[in-house]
Antibody
């Protein structure tokens, strides 16, 4: 069964850092671009970041550019999101999501994890 | 950044009704538009990609149309299991952007 499992979410104070992880199983992780998408509970979806299968292309939402860094380790089948200088408005459930097509930047997401909650509060 | 505007933000319809949700882009995005369904307490599910292509396994009562700036998601005959929030998403440019969502309820 193909699966994505996020971890690392917790409650932190503004200005602190956090690193999220997403571990894949059941498919060849290294063949796919991967994304982080967040959702404030009860609100809409916000795309956060993308990293292509070969790490050639990184993209970020304006709201996180310069503060968040996406990375991956294909040998460990893992995607990461380093979140620095956290703000109250970064509070959300963070999902990792797989691009639908292999060796491509298709930018539509066919497999999602269950999410990990990040709460930024003083 | 490309802004995506969905309407309505919510709707209530009867089982068997034809339901249409619209999504408007702030600039021409060709057909680089996807639709997702998010049921309560669940993660989003890809319904339509490239504006009109039905994802494998999605019921044929769902269809997508449009190009340029104006798009629509249609449910030809609403079922109780279609209760969900629907989102459009453009991928013409980074950053990728979603519409605000349309919550569909049964009357």
């Amino acid at each position: 069964e193909m699966q994505l499992v996020e971890s690392g979410g917790e409650s932190v104070q503004p200005g602190r850092s956090l690193r999220l992880s997403c571990t894949a199983s059941g498919f060849n992780f290294g063949n796919y671009a991967m994304n982080w998408i967040r959702q404030v509970p009860g609100k809409g979806l916000e795309w956060v970041s993308v990293l292509t299968w070969n790490s050639a292309t990184r993209g970020y939402a304006d709201s996180v550019k310069g503060r968040f860094t996406i990375s991956r380790d294909n040998d460990k089948k893992s995607l990461y999101l380093q979140m620095d200088s956290l703000r109250v408005e970064d509070t959300a459930v963070y999902y990792c999501a797989r691009d639908r097509d292999i060796f491509a930047e298709s930018y539509y997401f066919d497999l999602w994890g269950q999410g990990t909650l990040v709460t930024v509060s003083s | 950044d490309i802004q995506m505007t969905q309407s309505p933000s919510s709707l209530s319809a009867s089982v068997g009704d034809r339901v249409t949700i619209t999504c408007q882009a702030s600039q021409d995005i060709n057909n680089y538009l996807n639709w997702y369904q998010q049921k309560p307490g669940k993660v989003p599910n890809l319904l339509i990609y490239d504006a009109s292509n039905l994802e494998t396994g999605v019921p044929s009562r769902f269809s997508g149309s449009g190009s340029g700036t104006d798009f629509a998601l249609t449910i030809s005959s609403l079922q109780t299991e279609d209760i969900a929030t629907y989102y459009c998403q453009q991928y013409h440019n980074l950053p990728l952007t979603f519409g605000g969502g349309t919550k569909v309820e049964i009357k």
